[in-house]
């Protein structure tokens, strides 16, 4: 007999997983996350169940039916939440005297009508609910048409102590060699990549652990819709790992943990798993909902296991942006290249960037010369998730910069030249003091 996660039993009975994970307790079994895998025998009775309480709710129908609501939805959202066709609920409205497009947003009180008439009673989900917005929901405006909305790349960043072994993995997993090149093995900068895994497309995010880079790592959490924190099992969870977790929950970034160089002697994965717990993060095993994979990224163990868990994930996720819009980004690294000018490598978090699009980020600009992929090609366009080289700009921006795309050159240098002007009014007005952190950033 196979077995199933909970997740994935909860999509197929329509049910939340912490719905499917409260009628697993009542049954005896002791799980606690979505994540969890149960055996196929187990999980006909829980569909076996939610089948004989679907057929009493129907039996026993008299009230009216709750349904929950986010306060305001467009006719489209709402007709998916009732099950109904958008174009029934539009002639419905028109009944009500009410003439709506299928985008248009309703309001509470005519969501409250309208449901009265299909004889569901509403209840709105409170403000907290609704709250958290994570980079998915970021980048997903309501002006979008929701034609344009497509599925995306996730992004992941790889974040921990320094030499923990961040770039190893990353390597291990592009099956190329980025830390023998590196100045004495310390990862200056973030780097970006896409890599393919299983034909699913994946962006990585390298972030560097030395102490000096904590608004860069801050950045990573920000752009990110996955974390995998590395913890070498030889150290245990450092001050690095710690600030990590930090970002990561800030951003509201799901956590997966790759306990690394499980092949030393001294490796202690268990002691890894006891001390996060220290940070709310309790490893599945020990009922928690915390994946933790150990790996070799050294040796190249596990790499596929830890890839799965990222894939699963991120589908959980449902990741979306728009590809037909001007697009928007962050800067993740930039340099002055002896020939080519400022390159600037940017990941795109919505919309495509084209060639020729007028562009700014922070207090440079310029028009799109040339796009570069990860691979050192030149391509005409780039996506969401997408990490890219940019040339055109006239200086070196700065990591953390958003990119924008303006109408047209003159817009973009204005933009450019305001920046710079309140920039300088800053630096005269106070003193500036210099530290360590600033040096470090505009390497
Ligand atoms: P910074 O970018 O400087 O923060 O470091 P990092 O986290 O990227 O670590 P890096 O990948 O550079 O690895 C640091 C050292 O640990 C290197 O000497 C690696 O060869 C070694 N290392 C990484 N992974 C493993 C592993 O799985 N096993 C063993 N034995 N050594 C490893
Ligand atoms: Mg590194």
């Not at 990585?204 to 102490?211: A, K």
């Not at 699009?357 to 997408?386: C, F």
Request: with cysteine.
């Amino acid at each position: 007999m196979g077995k199933i996660r909970v997740y994935k039993l909860a999509e197929d009975l329509g049910l939340e997983s912490s719905e499917v994970i409260d009628i697993l307790n009542e049954l005896g079994e002791e799980v606690s996350s979505h994540m969890s895998t149960v055996e196929d025998e187990t999980a006909d009775l829980v569909a076996e169940m939610v089948n004989e309480e679907a057929a009493e709710d129907t039996k026993t129908e008299s009230g009216d039916d709750v349904i929950e609501l986010e306060t305001s939805l467009t006719v489209k959202e709402l007709a998916e939440e009732m099950g109904e066709e958008p174009n029934s609920l539009m002639q419905e409205l028109v009944g009500l005297g009410i003439m709506a497009t299928i985008n248009q947003e309703l309001d509470e009180e005519t969501i409250e009508t309208v449901l009265a008439e299909y004889g569901y009673e509403v209840e709105f989900k409170t403000e907290e609910e609704e709250e958290g917005t994570s980079y998915n929901e970021l980048v997903q405006d309501i002006d979008d048409d929701p034609e344009d909305i497509e599925e995306r790349a996730p992004v992941v960043t790889v974040m921990g102590h320094v030499d923990h072994g961040k770039t190893t993995l990353l390597d291990a997993i592009r099956e190329t060699n980025v830390t023998e090149s590196e100045a004495g093995g310390i990862t200056q900068h973030i780097g970006a990549y896409q890599v393919d895994v299983d034909g699913e497309k994946i962006t990585f995010l390298d972030t560097p652990g030395h102490e000096a880079f904590t608004s860069l790592r801050a950045r990573g959490a920000q752009v990110t819709d996955v974390a995998i924190l590395i913890i070498a099992a030889d150290d245990g969870v450092m001050p690095q790992t710690v600030e990590a977790i930090n970002h990561a929950k800030a951003a509201d970034v799901p956590i997966i943990v790759a306990i690394n160089k499980v092949d030393k002697h001294n490796a202690q994965p268990e002691r890894v798993k006891q001390e996060l717990t220290e940070y709310e993060l309790v490893p599945e095993e020990w009922g928690g909902n915390t994946i933790c994979v150990p790996i070799s990224a050294l040796q190249k163990q596990n790499i596929d296991e830890l890839l799965e868990m990222v894939i699963l994930v991120s589908e959980m996720e449902e990741l979306k942006a728009n590809h037909d819009r001007p697009a928007n980004g962050v800067v993740v690294e930039a340099e002055l290249d002896k020939g080519r000018g400022p390159v600037a490598t940017v990941l795109i978090k919505n919309g495509t960037l084209k060639i020729g699009d007028p562009i700014v980020a922070g207090l440079s600009y310029g028009t799109v010369k040339a796009l570069v992929n990860d691979q050192g090609e030149r391509v005409k366009k780039a996506g969401p998730a997408m990490p890219v080289g940019v040339l055109g700009f006239n200086s070196v921006p700065q990591s953390g910069d958003l990119l924008q795309v303006l109408e047209d050159e003159r817009e973009v240098r204005k933009l450019a030249e305001r920046r710079q002007d309140e920039k300088r009014q800053e630096d005269l007005s106070q003193k500036k003091t210099v530290t360590l952190d600033d040096l470090y950033d505009q390497i």
